[in-house]
């Protein structure tokens, strides 16, 4: 679909309106049972950053942003500057740790793709996808969906410690 | 917390792998109703702009990729350059359109925050959240959290067509 037919689907506003200029999608924000191994994962296989860790000990919840930064981005040590820059950049993950459930037997959230459906799956691109399947399953990283697995030979499902659907695509 | 501190948070890896090295956290998928009530909503009101649109009519599904491109930014022309291009960017929100499903009467899919919970939301952060909130009040856009209420006056949740929460905070 040419750039003017998208334009043109129903619903498409004819341009950005002035007033969202500086608008930017900054985070999805996805619950997990258990804080380390869904920092584990994050970190270690997939190569987030963790970039700020708030703690809400009243409430008894504790929120998690991570990123996946170009390398040598450099992350401003101070929290409030920190916290500023990571309010203006796309791509951000918050995991969201209600304390406790990690102590709960068998999976706590719900990853959305059986009923009740609704969210679906976050994806990460990577540069080569051959081998980025061939070192998850290195690492013995569940999938949903493997490479040649069905019709679509050019991605993958991984799947995150609580279930939760990764798509992995090729930006290379 | 300190960049140091965040680095010696149980399950966080030492260093991102170098592995991993472009790897980009690109998409977030939720499925929606409506697909026209949808891209209204993310053109007109939060200024995303439509990107791609895939078919798929034996399935009887469509794909749309949204994004909130900075002003001026080139979008590519052509199909392959622009397939290419998005996916090798952070920020990329796609809906997932059933055919059909917007003749159903009443909400069709789940937001996640309540029973089974597990997706909380999206969140876009914007240069003025006095001005961009009282915007969205002249829209009538529905919320969920008003700045005003609760005990966090930094930030609102405004719901999408399919009651998605998306939480505005602030960039500036």
Not at 20 to 25: L, N
Request: net charge negative; charged share 25%.
């Amino acid at each position: 679909m040419t750039l003017a037919e998208l334009q043109t689907v129903p619903g498409v506003a004819a341009q950005p309106p002035a007033e969202t200029a500086g608008f930017v999608f900054n985070h999805t924000m996805l619950r997990v049972k258990d804080a380390t191994a869904s920092l584990d994962f994050y970190t270690r296989v997939l190569g987030y950053q963790l970039i700020d860790k708030r703690d809400f000990a009243e409430a008894r919840f504790s929120l998690y942003f991570l990123a996946l930064l170009p390398a040598g981005t450099p992350v401003p040590e101070s929290d409030a500057e920190r916290r500023l820059w990571m309010a203006g950049m796309p791509g951000v993950l918050e995991l969201t740790h209600n304390h406790g459930t990690e102590a709960q037997d068998g999976p706590v959230y719900h990853d959305g793709n059986s009923d009740p459906r609704g969210f679906g799956h976050i994806c990460v691109s990577v540069p080569d996808i051959q081998s980025a399947c061939k070192r998850f399953d290195d690492l013995q990283v569940p999938y949903q969906k493997r490479l040649e697995d069905g019709r679509m030979k050019h991605l993958a499902f991984i799947k995150d410690p609580d279930g939760y659907w990764v798509e992995i695509i090729s930006n290379g």
